[in-house]
Structures are given as structure tokens and as C-alpha cells.
Nanobody, 121 residues
Framework: SQFVESGGGLVRPGESLTLSCTTS????????IGWFRQVPGKGREGVLC????????HYIDSVQGRFTISRDDAKNTVYLQMSRVKPEDSAIYYC???????????????WGPGTQVTVSS
């Protein structure tokens, strides 16, 4: 299984950004996928996830109402739409399979490159 994240960048508080997670090496359809984030000195945190069918999603409280997860199985891609971003959203964002609403834990070499999101004025 491979995951490649993209779309990060520098944004101002209150702005929007969309991240993409491109997958390969497995069948995305029917696979639960989650977005995680990590800041220096801390472990990875599960942020939001979507079921394989796309019918069920789960968000942590701090992003509820601001972040949206969606998937396009035909493109092997899962998206994270971030709106009204806050400085505390700054982190490296990763995607991975996870049994939504639970968060899988993987060794460091499992994860993709991640994409850096920096929220600053």
C-alpha cells in the first residue's frame, strides 16, 4: 500500500486549502481512509476519516464543521478540504488506511511523505 499526500502550503488564518491523498498498490474502493497530522515533538493524531463506502465519516472535535473528507475511488484519491483554518492546524498531514472511526498506528516507515500545512499571518 502506498499513500502520497499533496496540496499543502502556507495559508493565512481563516483561509481554505484542499489536500489530496493519492493511493496505489491496493483497491481503494471499500477501504476506510483517514487523515492524520503531526507537529514536531508529538505523535501523529487522527483528524478525520471516511468509510470505504463513503457513507460514514468521523471528525475530531477541533475540526468539526471546518474540515471535510471526501473520496473519488475512480481516481484513487481521498481529499481533505480545510476551511477557516487556524494556526493550531499547522502540521504535516498524512493519510493512511484506518478502520474508521478508529485510528491505526503504524511504524514510521509505513507512512507517505506527508504534506506540510502552515497557518500563519
Amino acid at each position: 500500500s502506498q499513500f502520497v499526500e499533496s496540496g499543502g502550503g502556507l495559508v493565512r488564518p481563516g483561509e481554505s486549502l484542499t489536500l489530496s491523498c493519492t493511493t496505489s498498490g491496493f483497491t481503494l474502493r471499500s477501504t476506510d481512509i483517514g487523515w492524520f497530522r503531526q507537529v514536531p515533538g508529538k505523535g501523529r493524531e487522527g483528524v478525520l476519516c471516511i468509510s470505504g463506502s463513503g457513507e460514514r465519516t468521523h471528525y475530531i472535535d477541533s475540526v468539526q464543521g471546518r474540515f471535510t473528507i471526501s473520496r473519488d475511488d475512480a481516481k484513487n484519491t481521498v481529499y481533505l478540504q480545510m476551511s477557516r483554518v487556524k494556526p493550531e492546524d499547522s502540521a504535516i498531514y498524512y493519510c493512511a488506511s484506518t478502520p474508521c472511526p478508529y485510528w491505526s498506528d503504524y511504524p514510521d516507515d509505513y507512512w507517505g511523505p506527508g504534506t506540510q500545512v502552515t497557518v500563519s499571518s
